[in-house]
């Protein structure tokens, strides 16, 4: 793998390289479905958000549903899976995005990281994290950085020693870490959650 030389010069990454052995990216199409996913498995473990988007594609015969198709979802029936109110708002508003403005991966893949993060970020319910996370496991971007992420603040603390009690500091910290990575710090960050064991949204 491409990245792997790279980050290999990193001696604290390194030994991670080593022990969890090559990863890979992989891209979606549905980017609407993928969004709608990803919110559903927010603050829930993998195996309950894995319960709920099965039973989602349950409602459309086992198929990823057409943004459409989800908005005439009754919001009962989205509730019935095991969603909150505010899931199937936040589901609902996804949907509407997608009909009235658009989130092809074709459309995003002519925006940079920045411009992909501020047009969905409009969206009700869609946070940086999410879009970060949508940058990585769906549309295959290498250099993306998640500083925001619980797990991975933890995994720097761990691996380079770092005192995350004064925060502004510690980000910065992270930021100075993370750019020897570059570009492939979205490689970096599979690896630090492997290690952690708690990747975010790569099974969605």
């Excluded at 001696?11 to 891209?27: C, F, M, Q």
């Excluded at 709920?52 to 919001?75: E, M, N, S, V, W």
């Excluded at 998640?146 to 510690?170: M, N, P, R, S």
Aim: hydrophobic share 40%.
């Amino acid at each position: 793998m491409r990245y792997h030389s790279h980050l290999h010069k990193d001696r604290r990454l390194r030994p991670l390289l080593e022990s969890i052995g090559p990863l890979a990216l992989r891209k979606r199409r549905n980017i609407c479905n993928y969004l709608c996913a990803s919110i559903m498995s927010q603050q829930l473990s993998v195996r309950v958000a894995d319960v709920i988007y099965g039973r989602f594609l349950d409602l459309y015969g086992g198929k990823q549903p057409t943004a459409q198709q989800i908005l005439d979802t009754a919001p009962e029936r989205l509730r019935a899976i095991g969603l909150s109110n505010a899931k199937v708002s936040y589901v609902q508003s996804v949907a509407r995005f997608e009909l009235e403005h658009g989130m092809s991966a074709a459309k995003l893949n002519k925006m940079t990281d920045e411009e992909v993060i501020n047009y969905l970020t409009v969206i009700k319910g869609v946070g940086r994290w999410t879009v970060e996370m949508l940058l990585m496991f769906a549309l295959g971007r290498e250099d993306v950085f998640a500083v925001d992420d619980l797990g991975i603040q933890q995994a720097i603390a761990g691996l380079y020693k770092l005192d995350a009690t004064d925060k502004k500091k510690f980000r910065e910290e992270m930021l100075r870490v993370s750019k020897k990575w570059s570009p492939y710090r979205t490689y970096a960050c599979m690896h630090l959650w492997r290690w952690k064991d708690n990747a975010p949204g790569s099974n969605v």
